[in-house]
């Protein structure tokens, strides 16, 4: 998961938003967000949606097909992901 939080990390950076401020957006634990970032985490569907959200990205943006095969993931995963977020409410 090192390349989803690397993905996180630098879109908010971007944004020029502090890890603090993901954490608002989000109500996602502090703690939580950093050990994504840094790879530690593994993030269920909902909590990537909600990062996705609080950064006015798509899941396409923070994952690439490389990213997928290397954990295994099939192509119906990543599509869930992406109808899930598409279906979220703003």
């Given at each position: 998961?090192k390349?989803?939080g690397?993905?996180?990390?630098?879109?908010?950076?971007?944004?020029?938003?502090?890890?603090?401020?993901?954490?608002?957006d989000?109500?996602?634990?502090?703690?939580?967000?950093?050990?994504?970032?840094?790879?530690?985490?593994?993030?269920?569907?909902?909590?990537?949606?909600?990062?996705?959200?609080?950064?006015?990205?798509?899941?396409?943006?923070?994952?690439?097909?490389?990213?997928?095969?290397?954990?295994?993931?099939?192509?119906?995963?990543?599509?869930?992901?992406?109808?899930?977020?598409?279906?979220?409410?703003?």
């Open positions: 998961m390349a989803l690397s993905a996180i990390r630098e879109i908010r950076k971007s944004k020029r938003q502090t890890l603090m401020d993901l954490h608002y989000t109500r996602i634990g502090y703690q939580t967000l950093g050990e994504i970032e840094h790879g530690n985490g593994n993030p269920c569907m909902d909590t990537v949606i909600r990062i996705c959200q609080a950064l006015e990205v798509t899941p396409s943006t923070l994952f690439s097909c490389s990213h997928w095969l290397t954990v295994g993931c099939k192509n119906g995963q990543f599509a869930a992901l992406e109808s899930a977020f598409k279906s979220c409410p703003k």
